[in-house]
């Protein structure tokens, strides 16, 4: 499985942005697709999850009613729509995908097997 993370850029706090996530290769053995990411200095942290059949999401306390993650089965593409960003969203953010026989929560990073190569983010004040 090959994932191409893409979207990131420079936004003014307060506003919006939308990173896609185009999922290749054999997505059929994959049971859901997360967001992470690091901010400079820091570890890498869990940002938002979807089950592949995109009936369950998840999501960090952080970014609860501000980001919303979708996907397009027909794309095999996940969305991360990121609103009202503040500066401390400021990251490179990680989409990966997690194999079918993976278990435990979803904001677990060693349970995503494949990973993007990441986008930048930087929200400026």
């Known amino acids: 499985v090959q994932l191409q993370a893409s979207g990131g850029g420079l936004v003014q706090a307060g506003g919006s942005l939308r990173l896609s996530c185009a999922a290749s290769g054999r997505t059929s053995s994959l049971n859901g697709m997360g967001w992470f990411r690091q901010a400079p200095g820091k570890y890498r942290e869990f940002v938002a999850a979807?089950?592949?059949?995109?009936?369950?999401?998840y999501y960090a306390d952080s970014v609860k009613g501000r980001f919303t993650v979708s996907r397009d089965n027909a794309k095999n593409t996940v969305y991360l729509q990121m609103n009202s960003l503040k500066t401390e969203d400021t990251a490179v953010y990680y989409c990966?995908?997690?194999?079918?026989?993976?278990?435990?929560?979803?904001?677990?990073?060693?349970?995503?097997?494949?990973w993007g190569q990441g986008t930048l983010v930087t929200v400026s004040s």
């Open positions: 990966a995908a997690r194999p079918q026989d993976s278990s435990g929560p979803y904001y677990y990073q060693r349970g995503y097997t494949y």
């Open positions: 979807i089950t592949w059949s995109g009936g369950s999401s």
